[in-house]
T-cell receptor, first 114, second 111 residues
């Protein structure tokens, strides 16, 4: 158990819909990272928040957005969903800003868009 | 963009064999991590290396960081079926705020 929690574990929805994925970091960790993993794309970095502020952006679509709340939990919002958005979405956390001591990953949310 | 190339992409061996997988880049990293991921689960951090030439051992796993901090290797001795999984390396550059992940090596150890 990494100490990072993600909900829900599974999500099935239809094209065009909007969903919210939730992540609670390990106690004491200030950085939260979001990743997308699909069979043909590997682990793709989406976005990072540090202590409530956006710190780094990766290959995140404009249809996707995220935020980190004062209690440090984070949400990833996916809208106007397409079939290609079906993937595993992971949240990770680390103590510091750069994650240079490693990141701790949650169990993931499996999103299926029908 | 810092790219991490991992090789081989796939590796299938018999229980008891030794193996080495590689993680290479043209960029210099302040630290490098190795993770193992099992299907449907999140990656699990195995080790972090920060000093050029550093060698770390974790039971049957030996991790080495290249002298120039551009590459790393993972050697497994006497592989077991429980070592099966996707091995990912990730490099961090200073306080850039994110790590770059390689595409991974999928290891299958047959009993």
């Amino acid at each position: 158990d990494s100490g990072v929690t993600q909900t829900p574990k599974h999500l099935i929805t239809a094209t065009g819909q909007r969903v919210t994925l939730r992540c609670s970091p390990r106690s004491g960790d200030l950085s939260v990272y979001w990743y997308q993993q699909s069979l043909d794309q590997g682990l793709q970095f989406l976005i990072q928040y540090y202590n409530g502020e956006e710190r780094a952006k990766g290959n995140i679509l404009e249809r996707f957005s995220a935020q980190q709340f004062p209690d440090l939990h984070s949400e990833l919002n996916l809208s106007s969903l397409e079939l290609g958005d079906s993937a595993l979405y992971f949240c990770a956390s680390s103590v510091g800003l750069a994650g240079s001591s490693g990141q701790f990953f949650g169990p993931g949310t499996r999103l299926t868009v029908l | 963009t810092q790219l991490l190339e991992q090789s081989p992409q796939f590796l299938s061996i018999q229980e008891g064999e030794n193996l080495t997988v590689y993680c290479n880049s043209s960029s210099v990293f302040s630290s490098l991590q190795w993770y193992r991921q099992e299907p449907g689960e999140g990656p699990v951090l195995l080790v972090t290396v920060v000093t050029g030439g550093e060698v770390k051992k974790l039971k049957r796993l030996t991790f080495q960081f290249g002298d120039a901090r551009k590459d790393s290797s993972l050697h497994i001795t006497a592989a077991q079926p429980g070592d099966t999984g996707l091995y990912l390396c990730a490099g961090a550059v200073g306080n850039a705020g994110k790590s770059t992940f390689g595409d991974g090596t999928t290891l299958t150890v047959k009993p």
